[in-house]
């Protein structure tokens, strides 16, 4: 398959990311995170929280660090005085990927030599600023798009300047469960973490206990960007019983959102950029502190990079909703193809960003599809997709292509009839311009 990814600069990046988060309408941020307290203190005694219980104990959390996008020195200098002034110090330091800007400056952007080592210059940027928390304090990272690229193997980049830190990782504190995950460049797991995934889980799975994972990419609502997250966390999690969450970043904005698996509900809590110089989806930059007693989240609070603390609400659990999975629910379907998962074998031309698993920012794609597919029963072809404003074309030659004219929608499937001539040659020809592309299909 031919692999055309388009490349935007930093600028255009930050200013599309913008965009494309309005779009998810099913994200849902935090009521508003009022700084209601003056002090850290005074916010863990509103939420009754003492860190100086030997049952209980904190941690502090950040993510879209974005070293080599404004100025160094005003990303996590703040956080580091806090977190070295705090008594008792947290558990641990952690942020939840994109801590750089150029191993990919846009989804499906594969860098050259040059980028390569202007992205590790940006690992040696961060590695001088976590170095100024108090040695007590544990760093914790996980990667994310902006620190890894398409087809990279084990976080190369990152582990020229961290050769010690692994791509993902678990740890237990007073019977919490940490589960470290890296998201890559297009929230993808191989087969490897996967397994790892699976093992972690099954070594801390007991009943009633608290499970957080930390991955960079908040997909668990996802159908077509970044599936492969859903699809890990649905199997993976499928027996779990007690609390569980995901703290992710990647959207530049705090939000929470709850998903329910057959035993138990998730919380996805987004969390904010702390950096001035970069784009932020829900206005508040900052970093946050989670409270720990007993082995629960028992209260998170919020700092605001521009003054005071707040209290986060409860979780919408009332309001958990599914995690699908691409074409679930479709009677309708007779066969259909992944992007990355056989798709190749039907691409005619692809002038997009390649994601391993869906494609963005689509110039155009041009597919075939064999009738005999579906034993010339299907009536109409589907595009899976993110968004239902893409352009659709047809061709029965490959040639001359026409414009659909009446389209329909059901979920994340935009479909239209087959044409008469393409049914009587048995072969349909679809090109789709603009959006994000995860897969086609075949319809009744």
């Known amino acids: 398959m031919a692999m055309n990814p388009l490349s935007l600069n930093r600028r255009q990046f930050l200013s599309s990311l913008a965009g494309v988060t309005a779009a998810a309408g099913w994200r849902e941020a935090h009521a508003a995170l009022d700084a209601r307290f003056d002090s850290l203190k005074a916010a863990m005694e509103a939420a009754r929280f003492d860190p100086r219980d030997p049952k209980n104990f904190t941690a502090v959390w950040t993510s879209d660090t974005h070293f080599g996008h404004g100025d160094p020195e005003k990303i ?9 002034a705090m008594e008792p110090l947290p558990a641990f330091f952690a942020i939840t990927g994109d801590t750089i800007i150029s191993a990919s400056l846009s989804f499906g952007q594969i860098p050259d030599e040059k ?3 202007k992205a590790i210059a940006e690992f ?6 976590l170095e100024r928390l108090d040695p007590r304090v544990p760093v914790k990272l996980a990667l994310g798009n902006h620190d890894t690229y398409v087809g990279e193997s084990d976080a190369a980049l990152f582990h020229t300047v961290f050769p010690d830190r692994p791509a993902y990782h678990a740890f237990e504190i007073k019977g919490v469960s940490f589960v470290f995950l890296n998201g890559g460049s297009c929230g993808r797991f191989d087969d490897a973490q996967r397994a790892w995934f699976r093992k972690q889980v099954a070594r801390f799975r007991k009943t009633g206990v608290t499970l957080v994972t930390a991955v960079h990419q908040p997909s668990l609502g996802n159908v077509v960007v970044e599936r492969g997250i859903p699809e890990a966390f649905r199997e993976t999690l499928a027996d779990c019983r007690g609390e569980l969450w ?6 530049h904005r705090n939000a929470d959102i709850c998903f329910q698996l057959p035993h138990a509900v ?3 809590a987004e969390i904010t950029t702390p950096n001035p110089a970069v784009w932020c989806g829900g206005k508040e930059r900052g970093w946050w502190i989670y409270c720990f007693a007993g082995g629960r989240l028992a209260a998170r609070v919020f700092h605001r990079s521009d003054g005071g603390y707040a209290l986060a609400p409860a979780p919408p659990l009332a309001k958990a909703r599914r995690i699908r999975l691409p074409f679930e629910g479709q009677t309708d379907v007779l066969w259909k193809v992944m992007v990355g998962d056989g798709d190749h074998e039907y691409a005619m031309d692809t002038r997009a960003a390649w994601c391993e698993n869906y494609w963005t920012y689509v110039k155009h794609l041009d597919y075939r ?9 299907a009536t109409r072809v589907a595009v899976l997709s993110e968004r239902d404003n ?5 061709s029965c030659d490959g040639t001359i292509w026409e414009a659909v004219a009446a389209t329909e929608r059901s979920g994340n499937l935009t479909s239209f009839k087959i044409p008469d001539t393409c049914l009587q040659i048995g072969m349909v020809k679809v090109r789709v311009e603009g959006g994000e592309v995860g897969g ?5």
């Open 390 to 394: 893409c352009k659709l074309s047809f």
């Open 266 to 268: 998730i919380t996805q």
């Open 115 to 117: 980028q390569k080592q």
């Open 440 to 444: 086609f299909a075949l319809l009744k």
């Open 124 to 129: 040696r940027l961060l590695k001088p600023a």
């Open 369 to 377: 599809f064999p009738l005999s597919l579906a034993d010339g029963r």
């Open 76 to 84: 996590l200098t703040p956080i580091v005085a806090e977190v070295n």
């Open 246 to 251: 995901m703290v992710a970043g990647h959207s």
